[in-house]
């Protein structure tokens, strides 16, 4: 058995300092990095990929909407042309760092509004699926596996990595509840990693309904802005390495 950890990194803006990057990073073995649209800026770019190379992490582009206010989490009526450009224009610009560095580009995962909404659109899926490939065939894309960007991915011939969330609860469907509502976090970091090994041994969650539901995992995703960020980080890691589980990143095998 084996997973990816991945994380959302470099969501910094200018001397708004947000997450736990440096302390996340050696925990990690993908970093999901904002690409200047919802989050981040060609500096915390730069420094992001400096310390993702400095690590040996894997990184991969985070693109969202272009909403610095809401931290692309609101929703947003989009073209088809948008969605492909949007998504083209935010690979390019964080690849410019990697190359740079003599990095390669490992896996595209939207943000936000742009993730969960392209989950229940698959003509947004589509859009977002073929700039991914147009732009580079080999890059992995990292979406729910009951979504339809995930579908999308696999249709058009991509490489496309199952996630899940440690710290959010599902709804029967297999999409994230909505942040706003009661239950959606996981605070407890005991609880989390419980489900998580769950998901990765027996391919299960419990809904927030209750309701067992069938789900896959390539890679866990751990947010490093909370609270207890790094504690949970921590946990996790030494729970899923405990039970016998191979932390690797996602090219080494998917």
Same mark, same amino acid.
């Given at each position: 058995m084996r997973?990816?950890?991945?994380?959302?990194?470099?969501?910094?803006?200018?001397?708004y300092t947000l997450g736990m990057d440096s302390e996340i990073i050696p925990l990690i073995t993908s970093a999901n990095v904002a690409c200047g649209f919802h989050a981040s800026d060609p500096t915390v770019m730069h420094k992001t990929i400096e310390a993702a190379k400095a /690590?040996?992490?894997? *990184?991969? &582009?985070?693109?969202? @909407?272009p909403d610095l206010m809401?931290?692309?989490?609101?929703?947003m009526v989009v073209s088809d042309d948008e969605a492909y450009d949007y998504t083209l224009?935010?690979?390019?610009?964080?690849?410019?760092?990697?190359?740079?560095?003599?990095?390669?580009?490992?896996h595209?995962?939207?943000?936000?509004?742009?993730?969960?909404?392209a989950a229940k659109d698959p003509a947004m899926s589509e859009d977002i699926c073929k700039a991914i490939k147009d732009y580079d065939p080999e890059l992995?894309?990292?979406?729910?596996?009951?979504?339809?960007?995930?579908?999308?991915?696999?249709?058009?011939?991509?490489? /496309?990595?199952?996630? *899940?969330? &440690?710290?959010?609860? @599902?709804e029967e469907d297999g999409t994230l509840v909505n942040r706003k509502k009661p239950g959606a976090m996981i605070?407890?970091?005991?609880?989390?990693l419980n489900r998580v090994i769950r998901m990765v041994k027996e391919q299960k969650v419990t809904a927030i309904t209750g309701k067992d539901i069938d789900i896959t995992v390539d890679s866990i995703c751990v947010h490093g802005d909370g609270v207890k960020a790094l504690e949970s980080v921590r946990k996790l890691r030494e729970g899923l390495t405990k039970d016998g589980i191979e932390i690797k990143p996602l090219a080494e095998f998917l």
């Open positions: 997973v990816d950890l991945n994380s959302d990194l470099g969501e910094s803006f200018g001397r /690590a040996g992490i894997r *990184v991969g &582009a985070h693109p969202g @909407y809401g931290f692309g989490r609101r929703n224009y935010q690979i390019g610009a964080l690849d410019a760092f990697l190359k740079a560095q003599g990095m390669k580009l490992q595209v995962k939207p943000h936000g509004a742009f993730y969960n909404m992995i894309v990292m979406a729910l596996p009951s979504g339809e960007l995930y579908k999308a991915a696999k249709a058009m011939g991509l490489r /496309a990595a199952a996630e *899940v969330f &440690a710290d959010r609860a @599902y605070t407890d970091e005991n609880e989390a």
